[in-house]
């Protein structure tokens, strides 16, 4: 079956440190994985996606996350938080065989501490 | 350029009633999703739209059903509305069916 899981409900994380936002998944078939946010209010915003090539993807707003096969994990990675990244982070995989189903993770709260 | 927008924002129903979502794609988007995202939970897929034809569905009853019309918008019908159907309705487009997704901000469903 496919799924996603992000471990961690919250992540707390000081301005200016690095973040990590853990994801990994169970899919059929090539993983295509995607990373969403959502503000408050707001619907969600498309940051980075997995198809093929280098393992680490580049985003929008600086964010990266890096593919890793072996562990079937999708962590999304900022090198220096701001406060305004402080949001609530969705992982999502496509499904492999019929490639028109996506399967989200619970969410993850990241808070951003000034 | 347009993005994905839907209607009503807020919508309160009783129990039993139907109720009729809207969503326009973003200009250029062929394909439409709908979700449904309860509380503190991640969306859960309900069914793809791709060219006015349902293109995939996900662990929903019939009484969810749907419609795409030539310009891409598309409706979420639900009939019999039950207590658990409360829940925030995103729809979603993309340019290709397998692609990166473009949510609307949502309607607040609530149902008593």
């Known amino acids: 079956a496919q799924s996603v899981a992000q471990p961690e409900d919250q992540v707390n994380v000081a301005e200016g440190n690095p973040l990590t936002v853990k994801c990994t998944y169970s899919v059929s078939g090539n993983p295509y994985l995607f990373w969403y946010v959502q503000y408050p209010n707001r619907g969600l915003q498309f940051l980075l996606k997995?198809?093929?090539?280098?393992?680490l993807v580049k985003g929008s707003y600086g964010f990266e996350a890096e593919f890793n096969k072996s562990q079937t994990s999708f962590h999304l990675k900022k090198p220096s938080a701001l406060v305004s990244d402080s949001a609530l982070y969705f992982c999502a995989v496509r499904d492999g065989n019929t490639g028109n189903q996506f399967y989200f993770g619970t969410g993850t709260s990241l808070t951003v501490i000034p | 350029e347009t993005g994905v927008t839907q209607s009503p924002t807020h919508l309160i129903k009783t129990r039993g009633q139907q109720v009729t979502l809207r969503c326009s794609s973003q200009s250029g988007h062929n394909t439409v999703s709908w979700y449904q995202q309860a509380l503190g939970q991640g969306p859960q897929f309900i069914f793809q739209?791709?060219?006015?034809?349902?293109?995939g569905r996900g662990n929903f009853p019939p009484r969810f059903s749907g419609l795409q019309f030539p310009n891409y918008s598309s409706e979420l019908n639900v009939n019999a509305l039950e207590l658990d159907d409360s829940a925030l309705y995103l729809c979603a487009s993309s340019l290709y069916w397998g692609d990166e997704q473009y949510f609307g901000p949502g309607t607040r469903l609530t149902v008593t």
């Open positions: 739209y791709y060219r006015e034809e349902e293109n």
């Open positions: 997995y198809i093929t090539g280098d393992n």
